[in-house]
């Protein structure tokens, strides 16, 4: 996602205080103060998708990362605004999520339309590459679980493949997520909607990862 860099971006992100994970180690009970079940999206965005699945599930503690600080603003003022309580955020790179997560403390990740890096010597930078499924491995719980959506069909065939190999059961697999049963309850993200509204059909899988291929 390439943007312009926002005026007094460090202050607005400063402005939205409490809601933005300080740098060094995250334990999310300490961060929200309860232990309810912890929801992780990577590579937020401007934090629709965010918002609108925190505001159906009160009960749940969500956390948001974008490595895009000015982008990660545009999505923490969203949450400011709505006064959603059980979402914080931080500008942080999934590289970095098992230095900066304790072990085995995240239900679900999120991955919604990453950059799919369709050049062969690029793989590694997919955030489903067996490189980032290694460091989601160590900070899901057991039986955590991962759901996927991207328009594009390349790298969701890439992601059920490495997901597979890598010890997660796929339990739901759609090629029209919109056209399918799961559209009821889906929250759009910025880009799905620019997508479908291109015409663009919506890839959506779910997975968990078996509790012997936790450790
Ligand atoms: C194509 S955009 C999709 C944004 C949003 N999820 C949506 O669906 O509208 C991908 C986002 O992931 C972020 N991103 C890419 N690689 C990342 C990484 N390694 N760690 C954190 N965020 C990342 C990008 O900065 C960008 O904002």
Do not use: Q
Not at 116 to 128: C, E, N, S, V
Not at 175 to 198: I, P, Q
């Amino acid at each position: 996602m390439r943007m312009r860099r926002k005026k007094h971006g460090a202050e607005r992100l400063a402005a939205c205080g409490e809601l933005i994970l300080p740098d060094g180690f995250v334990i999310p009970a300490d961060v929200f103060g309860s232990d309810a079940p912890v929801m992780l999206e990577i590579g937020c965005g401007k934090g629709d998708f965010i918002c609108g699945t925190a505001e159906k599930a009160p009960d749940v503690n969500f956390i948001a990362i974008e490595r895009i600080s000015d982008i990660l603003m545009l999505a923490a003022e969203k949450v400011a605004a709505k006064g959603l309580e059980n979402v914080r955020l931080a500008v942080m790179n999934a590289a970095l999520l098992d230095e900066r997560f304790p072990p085995h403390c995240v239900d679900r990740i999120y991955l919604n339309f990453s950059d799919p890096w369709p050049k062969k010597g690029y793989a590694k930078r997919r955030l489903t590459h067996r490189g980032f499924l290694e460091k989601y491995r160590k900070i899901l719980k057991e039986n955590g679980s991962l759901f996927l959506k991207t328009d594009d069909l390349p790298l969701f065939e890439f992601s059920a493949e490495e997901l597979t190999e890598f010890g997660f059961v796929i339990t739901d697999m759609t090629n029209d997520l919109h056209g399918s049963v799961y559209a009821k309850d889906n929250v759009m993200t910025e880009y799905e909607r620019n997508f479908s509204s291109a015409g663009k059909k919506i890839n959506m899988l779910r997975a968990y990862l078996k509790g012997e291929n936790n450790e």
